[in-house]
């Protein structure tokens, strides 16, 4: 006796007819596979994704997803390089938050831009107005209502705290006439 071979189904997608009813079903199948570590490892990696792209932008994200998987890697090497990568980023995140800290609670030296505008650029503390910090990456901006031209915008290096200076020059507002 000859069998028959057997036709074989063509397994239809369900999305088209009902996608609500196929998405939950995926999702459920998801979460039955995985495993508490999976979902924290998602959610580490949610956060530090997050504030890699606050710090930053685009390649901060990119930088501190890699970074994570690199530094639980079994390599010892690519370990290493991980966390030297997160350290970066939590440093570079922490300094300038630090160094204000310890300025207003009186710890570190105080008039740190004062010093610095005196010995580079002769200024006295009535010759401009410090603007803030602007930490490590983000740089200066314009106060507002002025523009390029109505005076000078000074960027203090970050290794000093990183600090926004406006001089204003005659005629802009601010400044002496």
Same mark, same amino acid.
């Given at each position: ?57 685009? =390649? ?14 079994? =390599? ?70 002025? =523009? ?30």
């Amino acid at each position: 006796m000859v069998k028959k071979p057997r036709k074989s189904k063509k397994k239809k997608s369900t999305f088209l007819e009902d996608p609500l009813q196929s998405i939950a079903l995926h999702i459920g199948k998801i979460v039955d596979n995985s495993s508490v570590k999976d979902v924290a490892e998602v959610g580490i990696l949610g956060l530090i994704g997050y504030e890699g792209y606050k710090l930053w932008g685009t =390649s901060g994200l990119l930088s501190g997803i890699v970074g994570f998987k690199l530094a639980t890697a079994p =390599s010892e090497i690519a370990a290493a390089s991980g966390v030297i990568t997160l350290a970066t980023m939590g440093l570079t995140a922490a300094v300038p938050s630090i160094a204000e800290w310890l300025e207003e609670h009186g710890l570190a030296e105080s008039g740190v831009v004062e010093k610095y505008m005196k010995e580079h650029y002769g200024l006295d503390p009535s010759d401009y107005t410090i603007l803030g910090s602007h930490g490590f990456l983000e740089g200066c901006s314009w106060p507002e209502g002025v =523009s390029p031209g109505q005076g000078r915008l000074i960027n203090i290096p970050a290794a000093i705290g990183g600090w926004c200076v406006y001089t204003p020059t005659v005629g802009s507002p601010g400044g002496a006439g």
